[in-house]
């Protein structure tokens, strides 16, 4: 079994910051690509920043220069840092994760977290 948990959504006013946090935990031998995705009421889940296993990093052009991902190896967690929120970043937010369960495959799955209301107050 594998457990994605998500924490740190909550209601900001405009301009306002918020982290999130996920922690990956249960049965796995590796976590590869880790990200966060959102989806606002009425709209499709996009993808909203990725860490692949490396150094590189991917953002939605929306958020480039206001949110900040990183990752945590050692205690398989994935952060979002989120400044100068706007309205329109209101959405749950998802947290995604590739991983492999045994060192006996190069197999791997996806899991996705329960996802975290993040409001921002205009």
């Known amino acids: 079994q594998v457990q994605v948990v998500e924490s740190g959504g909550g209601l900001v006013q405009n301009g306002g910051s918020l982290r999130l946090s996920c922690v990956v935990s249960g049965s796995i031998f590796s976590v590869n690509a880790m990200g966060w995705y959102r989806q606002a009421p009425g709209k499709q889940r996009e993808l909203v920043a990725d860490?692949?296993?490396?150094?590189?990093?991917y953002y939605a052009d929306s958020v480039k220069g206001r949110f900040t991902i990183s990752r945590d190896n050692a205690k398989n967690t994935v952060n979002l840092q989120m400044n100068s929120l706007r309205p329109e970043d209101t959405a749950v937010y998802y947290c995604?994760?590739?991983?492999?369960?045994?060192?006996?495959?190069?197999?791997?799955?996806?899991?996705w977290g329960q996802g975290t209301q993040v409001t921002v107050a205009s």
């Open positions: 860490i692949p296993s490396g150094s590189s990093t």
């Open positions: 995604r994760v590739v991983v492999r369960t045994s060192p006996a495959t190069t197999t791997t799955f996806l899991y």
